[in-house]
């Protein structure tokens, strides 16, 4: 069974702090996403990669950075969390070249910043 | 104006009704169209996939897509309780390094 595997589900951190948010997928995908998803905007994509070391700025990459050193795994990193920065961030994966429409998501991690 | 508008909900019917969940679209470039199923708390999951204008069925689920109108609808017949989800459309926008463009999510409760 393909599993992308995010480390936490939920976290709870305080203005300024760092985050790391990590995200594992065994089924050798050559593309990884980083979304956010809040109610009534839908997701939104903050980075997205295609192979290891590559990466591509999404819609909203403001406050965020993100990380590729092997191809299973992408980390999500913000320097300095917000509060603007509570929401539910969710990885994904997908096969091929370029982006396909049939992406894998993990469960989600509910990152609430106080 | 959102590129893609999808009713938020959250939509209640009772079981066994016939579900009808749409987006609109704008942008003609907007090609392969997608249904994601999403429980709650949990990650969105591919529920159905079509490129051409028509229909396309997969056991209670049916996707249709109308290009011309830049319309596309998701139909689930004889609902269950377990389809309370929130249903998210996607589109692949082929002008723009066909990235996924995502309505905002239709909630569907399903009432036994």
């Known amino acids: 069974d393909v599993k992308v595997t995010q480390s936490s589900r939920y976290l709870v951190k305080r203005t300024g702090e760092k985050v790391f948010l990590e995200c594992v997928q065994d089924?050798?995908?050559?593309?990884m996403f980083w979304y956010r998803q809040d109610p009534g905007l839908g997701l939104r994509l903050i980075y997205f990669?295609?192979?290891?070391?590559?990466?591509e700025k999404g819609d909203i990459p403001e406050g965020y950075s993100v990380s590729r050193e092997k191809k299973e795994r992408f980390s999500l990193i913000l320097e300095s969390a917000s509060t603007n920065q509570t929401s539910m961030y969710l990885c994904a994966s997908s096969r091929g070249t370029g982006n396909t429409g049939e992406l894998f998501f993990g469960e989600g991690s509910r990152l609430t910043v106080l | 104006q959102k590129e893609v508008e999808q009713d938020p909900g959250p939509l209640s019917v009772p079981e066994g009704a016939i579900v009808s969940l749409n987006c609109t679209y704008s942008n003609s470039a907007f090609q392969y169209f997608m249904w994601y199923r999403q429980y709650s708390r949990k990650g969105p999951e591919l529920l159905m996939y079509?490129?051409s204008s028509g229909n396309k069925e997969d056991g209670r689920f049916t996707a249709q897509v109308d290009k011309s109108s830049k319309y596309i609808s998701l139909f689930i017949r004889d609902s269950q309780p377990s389809d309370s989800a929130t249903y998210l459309c996607?589109?692949?926008?082929?002008?723009?390094?066909?990235?996924?463009?995502w309505g905002a999510g239709t909630k569907l409760i399903i009432k036994p």
């Open positions: 996607a589109m692949i926008d082929m002008d723009s390094n066909y990235q996924l463009i």
């Open positions: 079509t490129y």
């Open positions: 089924m050798d995908h050559e593309n």
């Open positions: 990669s295609y192979d290891v070391k590559m990466k």
